[in-house]
T-cell receptor, first 114, second 114 residues
Framework: KAGVTQTPRYLIKTRGQQVTLSCSPI?????VSWYQQTPGQGLQFLFE???????NKGNFPGRFSGRQFSNSRSEMNVSTLELGDSALYLC?????????????FGPGTRLTVT | AQSVTQLGSHVSVSEGALVLLRCNYS??????LFWYVQYPNQGLQLLLK??????LVKGINGFEAEFKKSETSFHLTKPSAHMSDAAEYFC????????????FGGGTRLMVKP
């Protein structure tokens, strides 16, 4: 079974631009979560989607948004990029509600904002 | 909000020596706890999880962790380090007690000397 895939793997953007990152979960997984990893702040939860609905959201500004499609694929968007948005963005998928379920992480998208 | 503290951002051990990575958590309810490993340029891989069953949890690659409520700890151990164990390790607690909305510790980079 294929793992979580994220595209693109690397991205360079300029301040003020917007960016869209994509995540394809493991087949059969319906929950997708996004995390930001930076050297200064570490790993931080962004949001979680299940069945096309945002279930949970972390403490990030409204410039960060996401969505999930009917095939469980998810995208996250960051508008008006700032230098501090440079980070590794990790996507994780899991089967969904019904007990404690494990999250499987993708390799991440490394975003550099110049 | 729950929090996780990992003592020691860097730990160095000799090959064959005991590995001990420390994790303390704060939680107002019985927590669900996780240890993840991250190799360079990769996503996170789940090592093991505690979900209020047995307090001694065995994971992959010979790692195990013991949940101690009285000490609010969940330290990760491995009896004998291998060169391939060199990586960054993250302890995490689930905010929604279902494996989602993970709050991560700052991470511990494990170095293994030959």
């Amino acid at each position: 079974k294929a793992g979580v895939t994220q595209t693109p793997r690397y991205l360079i953007k300029t301040r003020g631009q917007q960016v869209t990152l994509s995540c394809s979960p493991i087949s059969g997984h319906r929950s997708v979560s996004w995390y930001q990893q930076t050297p200064g702040q570490g790993l931080q939860f962004l949001f979680e989607y299940f069945s096309e609905t945002q279930r949970n959201k972390g403490n990030f500004p409204g410039r960060f948004s996401g969505r999930q499609f009917s095939n469980s694929r998810s995208e996250m968007n960051v508008s008006t990029l700032e230098l501090g948005d440079s980070a590794l963005y990790l996507c994780a998928s899991s089967t969904g509600p019904g007990g404690v379920y494990e999250q499987y992480f993708g390799p991440g998208t490394r975003l550099t904002v110049t | 909000a729950q929090s996780v503290t990992q003592l020691g951002s860097h730990v160095s051990v000799s090959e064959g020596a005991l590995v001990l990575l420390r994790c303390n958590y704060s939680s107002s309810v019985p927590p669900y706890l996780f240890w993840y490993v991250q190799y360079p340029n990769q996503g996170l891989q789940l090592l093991l999880k505690y979900t209020s069953a047995a307090t001694l949890v065995k994971g992959i690659n010979g790692f195990e962790a013991e949940f101690k409520k009285s000490e609010t700890s969940f330290h990760l151990t491995k009896p004998s380090a291998h060169m391939s164990d060199a990586a960054e390790y993250f302890c995490a607690v689930s905010e929604d007690n279902a494996g989602n909305m993970l709050t991560f510790g700052g991470g511990t980079r494990l170095m293994v000397k030959p």
